[in-house]
């Protein structure tokens, strides 16, 4: 009887380290998967870019994931604009310009962020959402040139949320937000050409 209750409690802890590797290899592989395909190049010349977050309820508190979960736990976080978020999307914005054209300022506003966590039976959830705004503005049009909005979600259900791979999970969606306001900068150049 203790040999056989040895099996199922060595077989158990064997399981949940499987199952533990398995989980954290697919989270890495979700955040490594490419947000588009398409290479973008936008023909204007960035001379400025400036971020702007109006919203009042923001925080740049950690989301709250209890050691152990109960089903129905959930918190969100209505993410603040860090520094490193600022130099992320600067970054990504200064790689879609080519340079050469119109010289035109940009404002990135950040319409909606959020970081949320749920403890489902039997996985965590882990969801992110990001709405960006971006208008470029140049000295001859009044009150702007362009103007687009892009939005981008991401949910992960798995054995065991973490902050950081929420916070990597955010970045990955102001990225690809980001990528469509420029995707519809772009779609609109081509039909004013």
Known sequence: ???????????TVS???LLT????ATKLKYLNEPFTTTEMKIPLTLTEIEFTDNRADTSSRAVNIPRYTKLGQK???RQSL???HRTLLNEEMKAYFTGGGKEVKAVVEVIDGSKCFEAGRMTEIEFVRVRLGLTLLDEEHTPYFL???G???YEIKSLDA???FIEKLYQKALKAALYKCCEGITGTLQQVQ
């Open 162 to 164: 973490k902050n950081e």
């Open 15 to 17: 399981s949940v380290i």
């Open 82 to 84: 860090r520094q490193e």
């Open 75 to 77: 918190d969100t976080v």
């Open 151 to 153: 939005e981008a979600m």
């Open 1 to 11: 009887m203790k040999t056989l209750r040895f099996i199922i409690v060595g077989l």
């Open 147 to 149: 103007k687009s909005s």
């Open 21 to 24: 590797a398995c989980s954290s």
